[in-house]
């Protein structure tokens, strides 16, 4: 079975950089063709797609987050990890990071709650 861990401060200051990890036990991130994804949860809103990291270490990012999200991963600790810039209080939300296989996301970290606040 497939564990994700999401770490990272909870508290952010605005214009700042929020910076998470997952650490993947029971998987390799660098499985051939699966994918790494973050996703986020505002308070009161639905599920955001955040980005995507490959097994390849390729990337996609939300259009809508593209400016301000870089993704990378540290191979010999099977973590990947997030980088979302300028953060204002709207990125205040309850951050999940997964996986993606070809059939869809079958594993979910329990989530971290992030706030942005000065």
């Known amino acids: 079975q497939v564990q994700l861990q999401e770490s990272g401060p909870g508290l952010v200051k605005p214009s700042q950089t929020l910076s998470l990890s997952c650490t993947v036990v029971?998987?390799?991130?660098?499985?051939?063709?699966?994918?790494w994804t973050w996703i986020r949860q505002p308070p009161g809103k639905g599920l955001e797609w955040v980005g995507i990291i490959r097994y390849d270490g390729s990337t996609t990012y939300s259009p809508s987050l593209k400016s301000r999200t870089s993704m990378s991963r540290d191979t010999s600790k099977n973590q990947f990890s997030l980088q979302l810039n300028s953060v204002t209080p709207e990125d205040t939300a309850v951050y999940y990071c997964g996986r993606l296989r070809s059939w869809g996301y079958d594993y979910w970290g329990q989530g971290t709650q992030v706030t942005v606040s000065s």
């Open positions: 029971g998987g390799s991130i660098t499985t051939a063709y699966d994918s």
